[in-house]
């Protein structure tokens, strides 16, 4: 399970990663998931789906799961929304523990 690659999509210009966005109900404060994909091509379709005018600003950069969890802690990201159809899209997301 450590060495299992997954896949995010990375800004070229300031090199923020794409997350989502979610105003929680009972919390004030916006909660920011990273979203993560299990596979590079996935991250390429969502990529030319929904922002294929950003494509030449945009890169898909693997992480692998030890990498995942200190970029989660660095940026201070509530968790992970994983991809799991890039096309519609249907995200699950998970908060870290």
């Known amino acids: 399970m450590l060495s299992q690659a997954n896949y995010l999509i990375r800004s070229k210009i300031d090199g ?9 109900e009972k919390q004030q404060k916006e909660a920011n998931y990273l979203l993560l994909f299990r596979e590079d091509y996935e991250a390429l379709s969502y990529i030319n789906t929904h922002g294929a005018n ?3 600003r945009l890169t898909v950069e693997s ?10 802690q660095r940026w201070g990201y509530e968790g992970v929304g994983l991809v799991e ?13």
């Open 16 to 24: 923020k990663y794409l997350v989502a966005r979610l105003q929680p």
């Open 54 to 56: 950003l494509r030449d």
């Open 63 to 72: 992480v692998s799961s030890v990498q995942l969890k200190s970029i989660l």
């Open 85 to 97: 159809d890039p096309l519609v899209p249907q995200i699950k997301f998970m908060s870290q523990a």
